[in-house]
């Protein structure tokens, strides 16, 4: 069983640590990716959609950008 949740913030060790586990994990996940598009378009806001197991581990997320 897991939780999910939605977050603005996200601890970038702990998800740096889910990229490296992730096959399907590209350059437009990380943080720094993210952060460069939250800088240049000021108008979105990046948030993860996470999910953590029962021990509050995380084991899976999706950045999602938010438009104003």
């Known amino acids: ?3 999910t949740e939605i977050v603005k913030n996200i601890n970038s060790e702990e998800w740096d640590k889910l ?3 992730s096959r399907e994990a590209t350059v ?4 720094e990716w993210l952060s460069v598009l ?3 378009y000021t108008d979105r806001t990046i948030h993860y959609i996470i999910g953590r197991d029962q021990n509050g581990n995380l084991i899976c997320g999706l950045p ?3 438009y104003r």
């Open 1 to 3: 069983m897991f939780k």
């Open 19 to 21: 990229l490296l586990n």
């Open 28 to 31: 437009f996940h990380t943080k």
């Open 38 to 40: 939250e800088k240049t």
């Open 64 to 66: 999602l950008i938010e």
